[in-house]
């Protein structure tokens, strides 16, 4: 039971996120996920938290301004929730010093949240940023053989 109410609960944060609608993420936020959560993947903010969350996911929809994060896949043991997400967007703010280019473009990633209370305690994330680079013609595209 508590793993369906986990995921449940993840669905609800990510459909959250992907209105892109300040009020409605910041509320979400404030309703499923600990005020002192830790946030454990590297990000170039000073907040943490709740706070961390809210100020991540209005950097990501300045950059991408039409952000969509798909759950591909769920799966809960416990108190823990993974998941393997794919993400697109066009690339439309500056990002990691990279001016805006117009570019459609699409990564991965993966995250694994705590859950305590029914509430989001903690998290970890890996984001291909690296493909993200390879789209916006920073790093250079492998050639073919």
Same mark, same amino acid.
């Given at each position: 039971?508590q793993e369906?109410?986990?995921?449940?609960?993840?669905?609800?944060?990510?459909?959250?996120?992907?209105?892109?609608?300040?009020?409605?993420?910041?509320?979400?936020?404030?309703?499923?996920?600990?005020?002192?959560?830790?946030?454990?993947?590297?990000?170039?903010?000073?907040?943490?938290?709740?706070?961390?969350?809210?100020?991540?996911?209005?950097?990501?929809?300045?950059?991408?301004?039409?952000? /969509?994060?798909?759950i591909e896949?769920?799966? $809960?043991?416990?108190? *823990?929730? =993974?998941?393997? +997400?794919? &993400?697109?967007?066009? /690339?439309?703010?500056?990002?990691?010093?990279v $001016?805006?280019?117009? *570019?459609? =473009?699409?990564? +991965?990633? &993966?995250?694994?949240?705590?859950?305590?209370?029914?509430?989001?305690?903690?998290?970890?994330?890996?984001?291909?940023?690296?493909?993200?680079?390879?789209?916006?013609?920073?790093?250079p595209?492998?050639?073919?053989?």
């Open positions: 039971m369906t109410t986990n995921k449940a609960t993840f669905r609800r944060f990510t459909d959250a996120m992907n209105t892109g609608d300040a009020e409605i993420m910041s509320k979400t936020i404030d309703e499923i996920v600990e005020p002192d959560a830790v946030i454990r993947t590297p990000l170039p903010l000073k907040t943490t938290g709740a706070q961390k969350l809210k100020d991540v996911f209005a950097r990501l929809h300045q950059v991408y301004g039409d952000l /969509h994060v798909t896949e769920t799966i $809960a043991e416990g108190d *823990k929730v =993974v998941s393997r +997400n794919s &993400v697109t967007g066009i /690339h439309k703010g500056a990002y990691m010093g $001016a805006p280019t117009g *570019k459609s =473009v699409t990564y +991965n990633e &993966v995250f694994i949240v705590r859950f305590a209370g029914g509430r989001i305690a903690e998290t970890w994330g890996i984001v291909d940023v690296f493909s993200q680079m390879q789209q916006l013609g920073v790093i595209a492998p050639q073919s053989a």
